[in-house]
């Protein structure tokens, strides 16, 4: 079934979007660990990230009351998303952990920066 589903998200998305979408959630998991109670939470979530970039996994219909066409995604079977959660974090995981580091070094370096800048200013006055 995990690899049925990578192998149909392979043939709707490029490769580019799947990994800025795994690497966007490891950044957000650095910087707002509130957001996800436990690792396997943020799996979790990563899969279903990532699996929402096709419509593969959508379903539609249209609404009688407004006419809209209501969309939904399935959700994977857990021991499924498990091995699809597995094979994201062993190709990425890793990378998106250098990333976030990277991005918390950069941010520092602008702080630094900024109040280097106010004491200079402040020095002037």
Do not use: C
């Not at 990378?95 to 106010?118: C, P």
């Amino acid at each position: 079934m995990a690899a049925s589903a990578v192998v149909k998200l392979a043939d709707h998305v490029e490769a580019r979007e799947v990994v800025e979408a795994v690497l966007g959630m490891y950044l957000m998991q650095d910087q707002e660990p509130r957001r996800f109670q436990s690792d396997e939470a943020f799996r979790v979530q990563l899969v279903r990230r990532v699996m929402r970039l096709s419509e593969v996994s959508a379903d539609a219909w249209p609404d009688p009351n407004t006419g809209r066409v209501r969309r939904t995604y399935r959700d994977f079977a857990p021991g499924a998303a498990s091995i699809i959660a597995g094979w994201l974090a062993e190709a990425l995981g890793a990378t998106g952990l250098h990333l976030a580091k990277l991005e918390l070094r950069d941010a520092e370096r602008s702080q630094q920066e900024r109040a280097g800048f106010h004491k200079a200013l402040a020095d002037l006055t």
